[in-house]
């Protein structure tokens, strides 16, 4: 089974998917972070300092790394997100500007050139995106928002994008006619559910699973775009 653990940021999709991978014995996958694709494609630039065309290239360059980490698990995989997820935060910009602002809302006013040209490419990215989500994912299980944002001072996001990209993913996974279970509560409450819903077999208690998926997740390098420079050079 292709399994998505879906949501918008800060919801929990990266330590349940590793939670649920130890569980299940089914491999994780991801896409790139911004953080990994910033120092070796925009070197000396935060994600917040990239314009419209840089952020369509970053976009793409987490699409090709997903579905290159995809194909090569053929027997099945648990992602952590999907490939709408960079299609929906890029398109939500499209409303709130490239940085969010609470301020902004674009249906509102005349749209900047350069927004608008931007709003056309992420028109086209919706084709490929929802085309490689449908032919991939069996399912989505959707993590709903239940907790205030964490500001990392890396992703250039706030409470409204979150809310605006929530719902895209959902109606367009609508669209997609691709089954999706909400599931909120606790890791322990999320991880049993999940396996409640599809049936998966466990391969450790849910307790060891979480405790390898903290382990797994404190070595994560959380580190910003530039500190990973600096740190490089």
């Not at 991801?30 to 290239?57: D, F, H, V």
């Not at 749209?111 to 709003?119: H, K």
């Not at 895209?168 to 999320?190: A, K, M, Q, S, Y």
Request: aromatic residues 6%; glycine residues 6%; charged residues 25%.
């Amino acid at each position: 089974m292709n399994l998505s653990i879906s949501g918008t940021y800060s919801v929990g999709k990266t330590i349940t998917s590793m939670a649920i991978a130890h569980l299940t014995g089914i491999p994780r996958t991801a896409a790139p972070t911004m953080r990994e694709l910033l120092p070796i494609s925009l070197p000396g630039k935060t994600l917040e300092e990239c314009n419209g065309a840089e952020l369509i290239m970053l976009i793409s360059r987490r699409i090709q790394g997903r579905a290159v980490a995809e194909s090569h698990l053929p027997d099945g995989y648990i992602s952590d997100g999907s490939a709408l997820h960079e299609w929906s935060y890029a398109n939500v910009r499209v409303k709130v500007g490239i940085n969010p602002n609470e301020s902004v809302d674009l249906d509102n006013v005349q749209m900047p050139d350069d927004v608008r040209f931007y709003a056309e490419v992420m028109k086209q990215i919706a084709i490929p995106a929802k085309q490689h989500t449908k032919a991939n994912y069996d399912a989505f299980v959707h993590l709903p928002i239940e907790f205030p944002i964490v500001e990392d001072g890396h992703r250039p996001v706030n409470e409204r994008f979150r809310q605006l990209a929530e719902q895209l993913l959902l109606d367009t996974l609508e669209e997609l006619e691709i089954p999706v279970h909400i599931v909120g509560g606790t890791i322990p409450e999320r991880l049993a559910r999940i396996v409640e819903i599809f049936d998966f077999p466990q391969v450790m208690t849910i307790e060891q699973a979480i405790a390898r998926a903290e382990e797994e997740y404190a070595q994560l390098d959380t580190r910003n775009e530039l500190e990973r420079m600096a740190d490089a050079a």
